[in-house]
C-alpha cells in the first residue's frame, strides 16, 4: 500500500472516505493525507439510535483501513441526518430526494456526525459524537425543484448540502458548520494533534 512522503517524525494520516467533502474540508485545513475508501458495508439498524449507528460505521471503516496500514493514523467518520428521532439516509432516486426535502421544509433536524481516529501499532484510539442543528427555509415545490438542478442529491444524507446552494434552503445552522458538511474540524484538529498530526504550515499559510 502506497502513500504520501510524511514530515519526518510525523505520521502519515489516511482518511478512510470516499466523501469530497471530508476531503475538502482536510485540504483545506491544511492536512496532508492518503484518501483510501473503506469497503466494509454500513450498519443500519432502527434498535440502534443515530448516535451508536454513526459511531458504528466510523469505527468499522477506520479499522478496516488501519488492519492494511498498521503504522498509519486512519480517520473514519460517519454521517447521518435525523428528524424527529428518525433517521433519513442518501435518497435511491431524484423523486425521493424531493421527497426529502419536502419533510424537512421550514422544519429543524440534527446532523450527527461520528468520528473515529486509531493508530493500529500503538493499540490507541479516540472517537468523538458531534450534533448540529439545521433550520430549513420554507420551500415550495419550485424551490425544491430548483436546488435538485443544482445538486447531486443522491451522494448526500438528507439530500442535500451545506455548503455551495445550501443557503438556498437552509435558514441557519445552530453548532458546527463543518459537522454539516461531514466533519467537525474543531474536535477533529484537536484529536489529530493528540496523535502527532497537525497541518502543514506551507499549506495552511496558502
Excluded at 469530497?20 to 491544511?30: D, M, T, V, Y
Excluded at 443515530?50 to 479499522?63: D, H, L, S
Excluded at 424531493?98 to 472517537?127: D, K, P, Y
Amino acid at each position: 500500500m502506497g502513500g504520501l512522503r510524511t514530515r519526518p517524525g510525523v505520521p502519515r494520516l489516511i482518511l478512510a472516505s470516499g466523501s469530497p467533502r471530508r476531503r475538502e474540508l482536510l485540504a483545506k485545513a491544511g492536512y496532508e493525507f492518503d484518501l483510501i475508501g473503506a469497503e466494509t458495508d454500513e450498519v443500519s439498524s432502527e434498535w440502534l439510535t443515530i448516535k451508536e449507528t454513526t459511531a458504528c460505521n466510523a469505527m468499522r471503516k477506520a479499522v478496516e483501513i488501519a488492519q492494511k496500514a498498521p503504522e498509519a493514523v486512519v480517520l473514519g467518520a460517519d454521517t447521518l441526518v435525523s428528524l424527529d428521532g428518525h433517521v433519513i439516509g442518501k435518497p435511491g432516486t431524484l423523486a425521493s430526494a424531493a421527497m426529502i426535502l419536502q419533510r424537512l421544509s421550514g422544519r429543524a433536524h440534527e446532523v450527527w456526525t461520528s468520528v473515529f481516529v486509531c493508530h493500529h501499532a500503538s493499540g490507541r484510539a479516540r472517537s468523538y459524537q458531534e450534533m448540529s442543528r439545521v433550520y430549513f427555509r420554507r420551500l415550495d415545490r419550485r424551490a425544491i425543484s430548483e436546488y435538485l438542478a443544482k445538486v447531486d442529491p443522491l451522494d448526500k444524507a438528507g439530500a442535500y448540502a451545506a455548503q455551495g446552494h445550501g443557503v438556498e434552503i437552509i435558514e441557519r445552522i445552530e453548532g458546527s458548520y463543518s459537522n454539516v458538511v461531514g466533519l467537525p474540524m474543531e474536535e477533529t484538529a484537536r484529536v489529530l494533534r493528540a496523535f502527532g498530526i497537525k497541518p502543514s504550515r506551507r499549506r495552511r499559510d496558502r
